[in-house]
């Protein structure tokens, strides 16, 4: 006689294994000048039934189905298969396997790009807002379940404590949705000198707390340095340390990092805050930044700058036309809590070439990442591309494999690499010799695997000098 409770469990099991592999983005809008990619990349050794559904404001939706072939880098351009011009969308794809998607988009001499979220919250912190007439930030949200959502967005400005975003507006409009809808929030508008004074021409943060989940994400267009960035949110308060591998300086490029915690503000003065900047020939410096970090509110912008141009005060000194990495670890010293880890969100901003680029410190190095993003122009100068990766373990040698897998299914390029304990590696994937030529038609697409025994922290740049613009992207973990 079969045993009932094992046939729950092989079926519960099996339930397991068909559990749909979902990849989302809140971003999206397209017209005749704004144009979008979304690279998808399949690194497994069997193709992928996947659907990519895009989500509007009005609750309507758009369904396609795919199959995206195995060990191969696909493109799905929205304005190609029936998107709406000129109305937001989110994108939402599911597929019974693992894929890792990318949203590029191009928008009038700004290039923004970001990793889809594998995450759904009701708790996201997004950093890099800046309130300024020059500067348009959006904040865009899908809701994730059928059911109707009430959202909160609480910022957390440079100087003064914490509001709520509903505190400063007449209308609640925006704080509520139906299920399955893509919300955009032009920040910018709601947020102004006369109604928010605390957060004129300052950076601030954002908290969005939902009772059902979510996804949130930052698009921010400054036209001061003349670029923007797409940032997707964290899916929590943030964390007691993080990691950026990106790091340059010279008199030509400006840097800043930008922290909130929410961290009450009665304990301001209490906080154990340390900056450490690992330098490519092996100098470390540790800075105590509790001077920069206690004497405001819950959000902290740090200038970078090279050893000439910096203040001392709310700018540091850097050595110039050096690679660095940056790691921070925050905690509590006041004595009733002494020691326990504060959670931080933090953003690191990159100007370089006229172009932005801005991202999240990663909290969590991983063995194995993936970017659906990667081009390589027939003419290599159109294009530059450079990959970052940090071994932040203190004792142990990494041994990195990065796998490249091209847009016609040809056999991936592989790339070995070692990576000294608390070091980076930069590889110019543009110039790489070892890489595949772009296509006689124009470029090749291909997507990136990185495959390492130690845990590690990557980071992606893209330039492009013919659509104009650049971005980054910290990769997708697995």
């Not at 005060?313 to 020691?339: A, C, M, P, T």
């Amino acid at each position: 006689m079969i045993n009932k409770t094992l046939i729950l469990l092989i079926c519960w099991l099996c339930s397991i294994n068909a559990i749909a592999n979902t990849l989302y983005m809140p971003e999206g809008y397209v017209n005749a000048e704004v144009l979008e990619f979304i690279g998808v990349l399949n690194s497994g050794e069997q193709p992928v039934e996947a659907k990519c559904t895009f989500y509007y404001e009005d609750g309507r939706n758009l369904s396609i189905p795919f199959v995206f072939p195995a060990k191969q880098r696909s493109t799905i351009i929205p304005t190609e298969v029936g998107v709406d011009f000129d109305t937001p969308f989110a994108t939402v794809i599911t597929a019974e396997q693992n894929l890792t998607a990318t949203l590029i988009h191009y928008d009038h001499g700004n290039a923004l790009g970001e990793n889809f979220s594998t995450t759904t919250s009701t708790v996201w912190s997004l950093v890099g807002s800046y309130r300024d007439d020059q500067v348009r930030d959006f904040l865009t949200i899908y809701v994730t379940t059928d059911d109707e959502v009430e959202i909160g967005i609480t910022t957390y400005p440079t100087y003064g404590g914490p509001t709520a975003l509903d505190e400063i507006r007449d209308s609640t409009i925006y704080l509520k949705s139906e299920g399955r809808r893509r919300i955009s929030i032009p920040l910018h508008e709601l947020i102004t000198n006369d109604n928010h004074g605390c957060c004129r021409k300052t950076p601030y943060g954002i908290v969005v707390k939902a009772t059902k989940p979510i996804v949130a994400a930052l698009s921010h267009y400054d036209n001061n340095m003349q670029g923007g960035y797409l940032i997707m949110g964290i899916p929590s308060l943030g964390a007691d340390h993080g990691y950026i591998a990106e790091g340059f300086m010279n008199s030509g490029i400006i840097e800043s990092l930008n922290f909130m915690t929410t961290h009450s503000r009665n304990s301001s003065g209490s906080r154990s805050f340390i900056l450490k900047v690992h330098y490519t020939d092996g100098l470390v410096v540790e800075l105590n930044a509790n001077r920069l970090v206690n004497h405001v509110g819950n959000q902290v912008n740090i200038w970078l700058k090279n050893e000439e141009n910096a203040n001392g005060y709310s700018e540091l000194s850097l050595r110039e036309n050096i690679g660095y990495w940056i790691e921070y670890q925050v905690k509590d010293s006041y004595e009733w809590n002494k020691g326990n880890p504060v959670p931080v969100a933090a953003n690191f901003v990159h100007t370089d070439h006229g172009g932005i680029n801005g991202s999240h410190f990663v909290s969590q190095p991983a063995k194995v990442w993936e970017f659906a993003e990667g081009y390589r122009s027939s003419e290599r100068d159109n294009v530059h591309e450079h990959l970052l990766i940090v071994n932040p373990d203190r004792d142990v040698t990494a041994t990195v494999k990065i796998l490249i897998y091209y847009d016609d299914g040809l056999e991936p390029t592989e790339l070995e690499y070692t990576i000294e304990p608390e070091k980076k590696i930069g590889v110019a994937l543009h110039a790489n010799e070892a890489l595949r030529e772009a296509h006689p038609s124009g470029g090749i697409s291909y997507g990136i695997r990185i495959e390492s025994d130690v845990a590690v922290v990557p980071y992606l740049t893209h330039y492009d000098f013919i659509l104009q613009g650049s971005f980054a992207l910290n990769g997708t973990p697995y």
